[in-house]
């Protein structure tokens, strides 16, 4: 069984030209979970997974696999397997012939390419060429080639892009059972919904910098609260609690009031003699937390602005 | 196995499985054994007095000056073929660009300078079998019509093999310069252009009109056609020159490594230029 190994990252930058695609990242990747790289398109996963595997270099900063450079892996596919999002094939080449002319540089024995694409689910296109695959199939032969050296170290970038339902299933299943093997799992994508039934940690950028690190759980813990109320006369309401210095935007079904229980909020409306007609505490969803999280918002405290929740209902 | 003899298969493995190599060997075939055929055919039958002189018009006065008519034939090989080695040297390399394989290559083997030094190997030896199928057709069809029309093949001779192994060579280094124009240019499209425009139009023009005086013709033969008909030792193009200054070539190992030397430079070059470029 392969041992999986921490993926670390220091301090890592990356300019193309004038542009920072990633800002001085730090975070470790720890083995036996499944962790989601999570960012919004353009936020510099696909950067730091290529700097992590040697195929961009960063512009300070380092990235490590058990401490050691991906360059300087002595047997780079036995140790990590990587799916980048990019489909790297050749059209004219046959799923097995691909994934032999990668066996072949790492020293792997052929019996590997029959192996992974049974793994995948392949087995009976291995001698078609990629060049009529589907984006499902190509994803899945990606996958292959991550596993062709039995590593234990995953890193896929957007493997659920392009899945049918069963696919993106099969998969779930998939990175929970590596993980539970031991082995180190780091799946980027841009949407938390993707992810959020298989992973057990959450990595979080924004614009190339890190926004927020944790378990899944931690996410919903440090999304703020909010109560939701409403009144027939929304208007008295408002003067309510903004003479009251209670922070508030409307929304579709009522005002979405920053405040810590509904108490207060009772309490406000008593005082000024208004109607109540809806009162409760609102939960926020995973997304709606991660939302708030790379659309720049402070991530534990005060509510959201209301440019980041301008989908949910008109803001003040 | 060691990580660069790995890389080294790995490289063969690539150009093996697809088919890129042979539909250009198959048409390189088709080409030299067209030309060869018909341009041997006409010179041996104006040599052997099949074709009368007058018949074949203004083209006869050349006649004296071919001494040897099956070397000329031979080295079609080269002096026409070499378009296709450079080709496939080419193709080779920038479809890792264009098809981005070089992600799974470099996450297999992060030794860039080792992998395109494995590819330009590799393709040196796919360039020289190159060069064994174009002597098919060139010496293969070019004898028979000489034969044919009752005039020495020359293959008894021992020069005439020397011809056919520098040949080889030849044509193996013109699939290295394609690596190296490869990695030099990584746009397949420019690459194709480039290889086109300059071995079947910049370079025969240059090289004609470098013979006009002695000092651009001194410049002309380091040009690499020039450079890889002397290293082979006779060509059509020397011959076809105005005065049939043949003997101002270079040596045939001073062609050999000009050749070289062009071939080594576009790798390096294009190493810095793009091999070592990060892979987004
Ligand atoms: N080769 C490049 N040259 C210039 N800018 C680049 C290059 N590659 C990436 N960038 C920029 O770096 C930033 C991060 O891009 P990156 O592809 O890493 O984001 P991402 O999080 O993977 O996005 P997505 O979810 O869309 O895949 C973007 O602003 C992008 O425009
Ligand atoms: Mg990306």
Do not use: C
């Amino acid at each position: 069984m392969p041992d999986g190994a921490v993926i670390e990252f220091s301090n890592i930058t990356k300019t193309f030209g004038g542009v920072t695609a990633v800002n001085d990242l730090s975070f470790t990747v720890e083995p036996g979970r499944v962790t989601g790289f999570l960012g919004p398109n353009g936020a510099g996963k696909t950067t730091t997974l290529r700097m992590l595997l040697g195929l961009v270099a960063p512009s300070s900063g380092s990235a490590t696999i058990g401490g050691i450079r991906y360059r300087d892996l002595p047997r780079p596919l036995q140790t990590v397997g990587a799916a980048l999002e990019a489909a790297s094939f050749h059209p004219g080449r046959t799923a097995r012939n691909h994934l032999a002319v990668y066996a072949v540089a790492a020293g792997l024995p052929a019996a590997r390419i029959d192996a992974v694409l049974h793994t995948v689910g392949l087995s009976d296109h291995g001698a078609q060429r990629v060049g009529g695959y589907s984006l499902g199939m190509r994803q899945r032969l990606g996958l292959a080639f991550t596993l062709l050296g039995d590593p234990g170290v995953l890193v896929l970038d957007e493997p659920i892009n392009g899945l049918d339902p069963e696919g993106i299933k099969w998969i779930r299943g998939f990175l929970r059972a590596m993980a539970d093997e031991g082995r180190t799992v780091l799946v980027s994508s841009h949407l938390l919904s993707e992810v959020q039934q298989s992973v057990d940690d959450v990595i979080i950028i924004a614009a190339g910098a890190l926004v927020h690190r944790g378990t899944l759980a931690s996410l919903e813990t440090e999304a703020a609260p909010r109560i939701l109320v409403d009144s027939p006369d929304r208007q008295a309401l408002a003067t309510a609690l903004g003479q009251a210095g209670i922070e508030f935007f409307t929304g579709r079904s009522g005002l979405l009031a920053a405040a810590p229980d509904t108490a207060l909020i009772g309490h406000i409306a008593f005082l000024a003699s208004v109607e109540v007609s809806a009162l409760h505490r609102e939960r926020r969803g995973l997304e709606e937390a991660f939302l708030a999280l790379v659309n720049g918002g402070a991530p534990t405290n005060g509510i959201d602005s209301p440019s980041a929740n301008a989908d949910k209902g008109e803001s003040r | 196995m060691t990580s660069f003899s790995r890389a080294i298969g790995a490289e063969f493995a690539k150009i093996g499985t697809t088919r890129m190599w042979w539909i250009l060997a198959a048409v390189m075939f088709g080409y030299i054994a067209l030309l060869a055929g018909g341009l041997s055919a006409l010179f041996a039958g104006i040599e052997s007095g099949v074709i009368s002189p007058d018949a074949a018009g203004s083209g006869s006065q050349g006649l004296p000056a071919f001494g040897s008519l099956p070397p000329l034939i031979y080295s079609f090989a080269s002096s026409i073929g070499y378009v296709f080695p450079v080709l496939l040297g080419a193709l080779a390399t920038t479809g890792e660009f264009r098809h981005q394989t070089l992600t799974p290559t470099f996450l297999a083997n992060p030794r860039r300078g080792q992998v395109l030094g494995a590819k330009t190997i590799a393709l040196f030896v796919v360039g020289a079998l190159l060069g064994v199928v174009a002597l098919l057709a060139s010496v293969g069809v070019g004898a028979l019509v000489i034969s044919a029309f009752d005039l020495d093949p020359l293959l008894g001779e021992g020069a005439t093999w020397a011809l056919i192994g520098r040949t080889v060579l030849a044509m193996a280094v013109w699939s290295a310069i394609g690596v190296g124009l490869g990695v030099l240019v990584p746009s397949q499209v420019a690459s194709i252009v480039i290889v086109l425009a300059f071995t079947q139009f910049v370079e025969p023009l240059l090289r004609f009109a470098s013979l006009f005086t002695e000092v651009t013709q001194g410049i002309g033969n380091y040009l690499p056609g020039a450079a890889s008909d002397a290293l082979v030792g006779a060509s059509f193009f020397t011959i076809a020159a105005p005065g049939g200054t043949a003997g101002a070539m270079l040596e045939w190992w001073q062609g050999g490594l000009v050749l070289l030397a062009y071939a080594v430079a576009a790798t390096v070059i294009g190493y810095a230029v793009s091999w070592k470029r990060d892979v987004t």
